[in-house]
């Protein structure tokens, strides 16, 4: 069974950085779509960047030169490095994987992933 679990969320001011990580264990698939996704109270579910075993990469505009995903195959974690935070950056972020590594190239962050995480809260403050 795939399991999914977020960490490194918390709170900051605006410009800062945080790191979250993916720890991801019972996927035994060499090949993967991986991406992670982030819900505000009251708005819908948005995907912000995805990474695929193809080496393909995705961001939303909204992110585009202040996150990067990133993942060690080694440690079975992905990551989001995000950077220049902003108060609209705060949301319950979310990874989730699918055994679907086509993906990224036909539906992008649109893409209905299978497995996911129970998220980590994020907090930015002006």
């Known amino acids: 069974q795939v399991h999914l679990v977020e960490s490194g969320g918390g709170s900051v001011q605006a410009g800062g950085s945080l790191r979250l990580s993916c720890a991801v264990s019972?996927?035994?698939?060499?090949?993967?779509?991986m991406g992670w996704f982030r819900q505000a109270p009251g708005k819908e579910r948005e995907g912000v960047a995805a990474?695929?075993?193809?080496?393909?990469?995705t961001y939303a505009d909204s992110v585009k030169g202040r996150f990067t995903i990133s993942q060690d195959n080694a440690k079975n974690t992905l990551y989001l490095q995000m950077n220049s935070l902003k108060p609209e950056d705060t949301a319950l972020y979310y990874c989730?994987?699918?055994?679907?590594?086509?993906?990224?190239?036909?539906?992008?962050?649109?893409?209905?992933?299978?497995?996911w995480g129970q998220g980590t809260q994020v907090t930015v403050s002006s």
């Open positions: 019972g996927y035994t698939y060499s090949r993967y779509s």
């Open positions: 989730a994987a699918d055994r679907r590594w086509w993906l990224l190239p036909f539906a992008g962050l649109k893409a209905d992933f299978t497995y």
């Open positions: 990474i695929d075993s193809e080496g393909r990469t």
